[in-house]
């Protein structure tokens, strides 16, 4: 079994930084592309940030030049810093992964990570 962890939401200001970070654990061989996501409560899922194995990246507009997503794959570990933060931001925040041995993978996601964006 793989179980992804989400930590690093809080409470914080117009203008703040916070840095998110996903930690795979269980039985992992290997982690493709991993992605973060956000939902606020009556709207749909969307994506934030993906980044590949090799570390090439994709990000949604709203967050590009505030964001930026990296990953350890030693430590199979994904990170979202976000910098200049926006109440908009303001969202259940969860990461994914692609895990298993090309090309028999499975998409695992954590359970959410909390951002509130408040003065």
């Known amino acids: 079994q793989v179980q992804l962890v989400e930590s690093g939401g809080g409470l914080v200001q117009p203008g703040g930084s916070l840095r998110l970070s996903c930690v795979a654990s269980?039985?992992?061989?290997?982690?493709?592309?991993m992605g973060w996501y956000r939902q606020v409560p009556g709207k749909q899922r969307e994506l934030v940030a993906t980044?590949?194995?090799?570390?090439?990246?994709n990000y949604a507009d709203s967050v590009k030049g505030r964001f930026t997503i990296s990953r350890d794959n030693a430590k199979n570990t994904a990170h979202l810093q976000m910098n200049s933060l926006k109440p908009e931001d303001t969202a259940v925040y969860s990461c994914?992964?692609?895990?298993?041995?090309?090309?028999?993978?499975?998409?695992?996601w954590g359970q959410g990570t909390q951002v509130t964006v408040s003065s």
């Open positions: 980044i590949t194995r090799d570390g090439s990246t």
């Open positions: 994914n992964g692609a895990v298993g041995l090309w090309p028999q993978l499975r998409t695992y």
């Open positions: 269980g039985s992992v061989p290997r982690i493709y592309d």
